[in-house]
């Protein structure tokens, strides 16, 4: 199962959390273009991959299915 957002609400996400796209397709943040965003298992995230930061933090999700799951057990409390 994937959860995917068309090209402006990803665009729209990142620049509100002040993120941007490198030329490698790697989410970065803005102020620091040589740092990559990570998703929790320590992965570096793809623009193609992204799919959410959880809300309260910035731990940027994936779009895969072992990342949702793990997402859900931090949700409710496993």
Do not use: H
Request: charged letters at 35%; one cysteine or more.
């Amino acid at each position: 199962m994937d959860i995917t957002f068309d090209k402006s609400a990803k665009d729209y996400i990142l620049d509100v959390f002040n993120k941007s796209v490198d030329k490698d397709d790697f989410i970065i943040e803005k102020d620091n273009p040589n740092q990559r965003v990570l998703a929790p298992d320590g992965q570096q995230v793809e623009y193609k991959d992204f799919a959410g930061i959880k809300r309260g933090s910035e731990i940027f999700i994936k779009s895969d299915l072992i990342s949702l799951m793990n997402l859900c057990d931090v949700l409710v409390g496993k």
